[in-house]
Structure formats: C-alpha cells, structure tokens
C-alpha cells in the first residue's frame, strides 16, 4: 500500500474529510438529507400510515421499506454522523425534529402512500426554513 495526501486521494477519487468523529450539525444533516433526496427527484418513496395515531413506543419504531428515512439511511456519510436505522424515532432523534415536523415530512395523511423524492425533499427542507409554525399549525388543525 502507498502513503497518498488527502489531496492527492482527492485528484483521483470522490473523498469527503467527513469520518466518524466528525460531526455534523443540525442544519448539515437535515440539508444533506434533503439533498439525498433531490438526487432521484421521481423515486417512489413509501410513507408511513397514521403515525399521529400510534403510540409513542410504536411510532418509534414504525418504519416503510423505501421511506424517506430509508433514504437517509442508505447514506454512509449520515450513517458516520450517527443515524442508527430508518426508523421513525432514530429519525426524530439524529434530525432533532418533533413529532409534527417528521409527521409533516413522512406521514401518508399529507401524501399518500407514496410519494416522489423532489417532494420529499421539499418538505424536510420546510422544517429548517422557520415554517415550522405554519407545519405545528396544520398538524393542530388536522388532528
């Protein structure tokens, strides 16, 4: 094996100084999901079904084969930073978003069953452009 500089590994590879000691702020995961998601603008994403309903324990653990969060997850840069699974509450927890932002961003009750990466991408991009208000309001309002 040859002793190579970051730099030189960067001429001739995609290499991001980001390790798993790194660590990313808020706004850098939340963005960098975002961005995953935008990457396959019309992949069908599946949502979960009426994660406003179930209790705090099962919403949790609640997740959708080729969710949004499944998305994140796939990313090994997301995975360094510490997202543990695609759960609902791995979800909660590594984003640091509420109950009504990741039900705004993953519930079927906004966009059905399915929906497209652009729109998924839109609306986790919603909870860090200070429309969270108008997201806790509609949540209010609808449930």
Same mark, same amino acid.
């Given at each position: ?9 960067? &001429?001739? *590879? ?19 999901? &975002? ?20 209790? *705090? ?22 995975? &360094? ?9 791995? &979800?909660k927890r590594f ?25 998924? *991408? ?22």
């Amino acid at each position: 094996m040859r002793h190579q500089m970051l730099n030189e590994l960067q &001429a001739i *590879a995609d290499v991001n100084s980001l390790g798993p000691t790194s660590t990313m702020t808020r706004t850098q995961r939340i963005e960098r999901w &975002a961005d995953l998601l935008d990457k396959h603008p019309v992949r069908s994403l599946g949502m979960l079904i009426g994660t406003e309903y179930l209790p *705090a324990a099962a919403r949790g653990l609640a997740r959708a084969d080729g969710s949004p969060i499944t998305v994140a997850f796939e990313d090994p840069l997301l995975r &360094a930073a510490g997202l543990k699974n695609d759960t609902y509450g791995e &979800a909660k927890r590594f984003f640091e978003l509420s109950d009504w932002q990741l039900h705004d961003i993953v519930c079927s009750c906004h966009a059905g069953t399915l929906t497209e990466g652009k729109s998924a *991408a839109a609306t986790v991009r919603r909870s860090l452009n200070g429309r969270r208000f108008l997201v806790w309001l509609r949540y209010v309002l609808m449930h």
